[in-house]
């Protein structure tokens, strides 16, 4: 048995029809952790040590996936095919390690740029590790956005009513460096 990891249930049930019944194809609904809004979640002075926090609904839908590992063969995180793609399955499978749901199952990492059943197996047939580059380069976007976005938002309140938030703040925060 093999379990795969994609992001939305609409996909899940599309590739889980072309894959067939030696598979099982879970929806993570997106990201399934975060930096909890408070002070202390990103910690510069320890080479930048994040506490991640996960969302309600989305230990739910972990708790299905690790379910899911048991007796599983293969654990395939097949989600999109970009950074923030890159940095939910590395999410999943920081979670399910933590959960100890792994045990011997071999994880890999697949991506496909559409739905068909060709893209589908194509990607299934040339597996690869987790791009940890990719995955730094989110955790360094979201660390910029935690320490510069969470400081600057209450200046932009109060200076421009209405505004919510910096948003994202690294081209900004490159430009000062």
């Given at each position: 048995m093999n379990v795969v990891v994609v992001e939305s249930p609409a996909k899940a049930k599309t590739i889980n029809k072309y894959l067939g019944s030696n598979y099982t194809?879970?929806?993570?609904?997106?990201h399934v952790r975060d930096l909890p809004p408070k002070d202390g979640s990103v910690r510069p002075d320890e080479d930048f040590a994040m506490d991640w926090e996960i969302?309600?609904?989305?230990?739910?839908?972990?708790?299905?996936?690790?379910d899911a590992m048991k007796g599983a063969?293969?654990?395939i995180l097949a989600t999109d095919p970009?950074?923030?793609?890159?940095?939910?399955?590395w999410h999943v499978l920081e979670v399910l390690k933590r959960k100890k749901a792994i045990k011997d199952a071999k994880v890999q990492r697949v991506t496909f740029n559409a739905i068909t059943r060709s893209a589908v197996q194509e990607a299934m047939d040339n597996?690869?590790?987790i791009d940890m580059e990719l995955v730094e380069a989110y955790?360094?976007?979201r660390a910029l956005d935690y320490l510069v976005g969470f400081t600057l938002s209450?200046?932009?309140?109060?200076?421009?009513?209405g505004s919510r938030s910096a948003g994202r703040v690294q081209s900004v925060a490159l430009r000062l460096v």
């Open positions: 194809v879970l929806a993570s609904y997106g969302d309600a609904k989305a230990s739910k839908r972990l708790n299905d996936i690790a063969d293969t654990l970009d950074r923030e793609g890159e940095a939910i399955s597996p690869r590790d955790l360094a976007r209450p200046v932009l309140w109060r200076k421009l009513p």
